[in-house]
């Protein structure tokens, strides 16, 4: 990764953790440049579930789903259906970011977010 590239994330994320809904902003502007991206759409579900937008943050990770499956996007919907408090589909989303990609899933938060979702 360039510096550059790692500063333009780093002061996104400083967006989105200080201000979530000019974030949203940006991820809007980011899906109309190129409707066919994945991330534009996972960037959009970041900042409406930091607004606590349960249901579009659901939408729009279904949407980056549809457009390439990929093991964060199960996660994060997994993490999504935890908020609104579907454990069982939320089980089903983090088990299929497991099967998906299973290196890079067993080091994020998934095996505790599961264990919780079993444990509701």
């Known amino acids: 990764m360039s510096e550059n590239y790692e500063d333009e994330l780093e002061r996104q994320m400083l967006i989105l953790r200080t201000d979530p809904k000019r974030y949203l902003e940006l991820a809007e502007e980011r899906i109309l440049a190129n409707p066919d991206s994945s991330g534009g759409y996972f960037d959009r579900y970041q900042a409406h579930f930091r607004l606590a937008q349960y249901d579009l943050a659901l939408a ?27 454990y069982r589909d939320a089980l089903d989303d983090y088990n299929r970011a497991e099967a998906t990609d299973t290196e890079r899933w067993r080091g994020g938060f998934g095996r505790l977010y599961r264990a919780e979702c079993h444990a509701r």
């Open 60 to 86: 729009d990770l279904d949407k980056a789903l549809a457009l390439k499956p990929h093991w964060i996007f199960y996660e994060a919907r997994g993490d999504v259906l935890r908020a609104l408090k579907r």
